[in-house]
């Protein structure tokens, strides 16, 4: 595998030339709807949105900024409320591109590991979309990689690097998703299998690595125009380059008339809304003087990446930690006064100028075969009372930490009640930084969501030294 990409052709100045001419000629806005708040681990100086109110879906449409993002936290969702809430967002993205006269694309931005609602969430959307002659979808476009977390497509085929190899994402943890799982690392493979058939592997159309490599723009283009009736197509990815070839391609084609729905990683949104490359955020980019009280991380993801990372953490002993036994959910009154002991035990920490990190016990609540959708929600239960302890922490604290989808979902919207916060950038590779807005119940604090799937072993520790060493 290594040997393959190794001797690929390397980009030249041509490439480079080629963006700057090509790229400001696009204009349409791009809305990218993010099923949990990690998909800003590559962008910085955009909005993020936490509802799809009418009025903030308007507010989207009339942003100077071209790029924005509408946090939806489907992956936390049952199949109907995703498919309730992706069919409002739809409708009032085309009543509003309507009323502003602004042309459109929307990005499901997805998981880089191929969990979540796929291929529900752009079905609804493609439906919605057309019902309300917005536009007819000629074909969805499937790009999973992901440089900064090491997925890359090679030859069809999605692959998680974990310690330098490359592992076949259906062979991965990721794969046996009780809610999301699949079997196939071949996209063309795992498209068939999500969409059990009704998009054959032999029907979906792949732009592979030495077209892109050759700047065949022909080729490419042509691919997308043959697509119809919401056929599918993969792109092969290994660097961002990659994606500049593909994107120039595709507003080459969008611009000829064609329409396109996509379901991708991170990566794709940074490249298509030209966003430059930024330094890592140091504790002086986010914490303006030294605070007296201490930070706060909360650690619910339960994949095996997190639970490496949290014991790394546990060897800084300048931290208290504070286990939280989800499985008492069960029973209420036992729940209950666990939540409450461990309240007051955080808001003391972080008033004596201690940071603190809550974490749920490790092990995953199993109801059996069948339940998933019953484990599912018992697992917002426990995301929500994580949730209210940053809502109902006192002192507020110097900084928050998220780690998980759902988590740092709910953490962000419900704890932290922001509605609309700015991406500062990243504090370490994948892993994104929000600023809150002023109207949150923390305004101006730096908020670390740090994916579960991301990282080394050593990148939590590694993150929480960043911003608790002095100075």
């Not at 739809?90 to 931005?109: H, L, M, V």
């Not at 792949?206 to 283009?221: C, K, T």
């Not at 507003?251 to 330094?279: E, N």
């Not at 923390?442 to 002095?470: A, C, H, M, Q, W």
Request: hydrophobic share 40%; proline share 3%; aromatic share 8%.
């Amino acid at each position: 595998m290594q040997q393959r990409i190794k001797h690929l052709p390397v980009y030249g100045l041509d490439l480079e030339t080629l963006w700057k001419t090509e790229r400001p000629t696009f204009q349409q806005k791009i809305i990218v709807l993010d099923d949990d708040p990690t998909g800003v681990q590559t962008v910085h100086g955009i909005p993020v949105y936490t509802d799809w109110s009418a009025e903030t879906i308007r507010s989207m449409f009339e942003e100077s900024r071209q790029l924005v993002f509408l946090l939806t936290n489907s992956r936390a969702f049952s199949v109907d409320e995703t498919t309730r809430v992706h069919t409002q967002i739809a409708e009032r993205i085309a009543i509003a591109a309507k009323e502003t006269g602004q042309d459109f694309i929307i990005i499901s931005r997805g998981d880089s590991t191929l969990r979540g609602h796929y291929p529900l969430e752009t079905e609804v959307l493609r439906n919605v979309i057309e019902k309300q002659d917005a536009y007819k979808v000629d074909g969805e476009i499937v790009i999973p990689f992901f440089k900064e977390g090491g997925r890359e497509t090679i030859d069809d085929v999605h692959y998680v690097k974990q310690n330098g190899n490359y592992i076949p994402a259906g062979e991965t943890e990721f794969a046996k998703d009780r809610m999301f799982g699949f079997t196939k690392s071949d996209l063309k493979e795992y498209i068939a299998e999500k969409t059990e058939n009704q998009f054959p592997a032999d029907s979906v159309l792949s732009i592979s690595l030495d077209e892109l490599r050759a700047l065949d723009f022909g080729s490419i283009e042509s691919k997308l125009h043959r697509l119809e009736s919401f056929q599918k197509m993969i792109v092969n990815a290994v660097s961002e380059e990659d994606l500049k070839v593909f994107t120039i391609a595709l507003m080459r084609v969008i611009q000829q008339g064609k329409h396109f729905l996509f379901r991708t990683a991170a990566s794709f949104t940074k490249v298509i809304g030209d966003i430059s490359s930024k330094p890592y955020l140091t504790k002086v980019d986010l914490i303006q003087k030294n605070s007296a009280t201490g930070g706060l991380i909360v650690v619910g993801s339960h994949v095996r990446k997190t639970t490496d990372q949290l014991n790394a953490l546990k060897a800084l002993d300048s931290i208290e930690f504070i286990e939280f036994d989800c499985h008492l959910v069960v029973d209420k009154e036992q729940f209950e006064k666990e939540i409450v002991q461990i309240q007051e035990r955080i808001n003391e920490k972080i008033g004596e100028g201690t940071t603190v990190c809550v974490y749920t016990s490790r092990s995953r609540i199993d109801l059996g075969e069948g339940r998933q959708e019953k484990e599912l929600a018992l697992s917002v239960k426990i995301s929500s009372a994580v949730t209210q302890f940053v809502a109902h922490c006192n002192p507020q604290p110097a900084f928050v930490i998220a780690k998980g989808g759902i988590t740092s979902s709910d953490v962000g919207t419900k704890g932290l009640a922001v509605k609309k916060a700015e991406v500062a950038g990243q504090i370490a590779p994948g892993i994104p930084v929000w600023k809150t807005g002023e109207e949150s119940r923390f305004p101006s604090i730096p908020y670390v969501i740090f994916p579960g799937n991301v990282g080394e072993v050593d990148t939590l520790r590694t993150v929480v030294e960043k911003l608790v060493n002095k100075d």
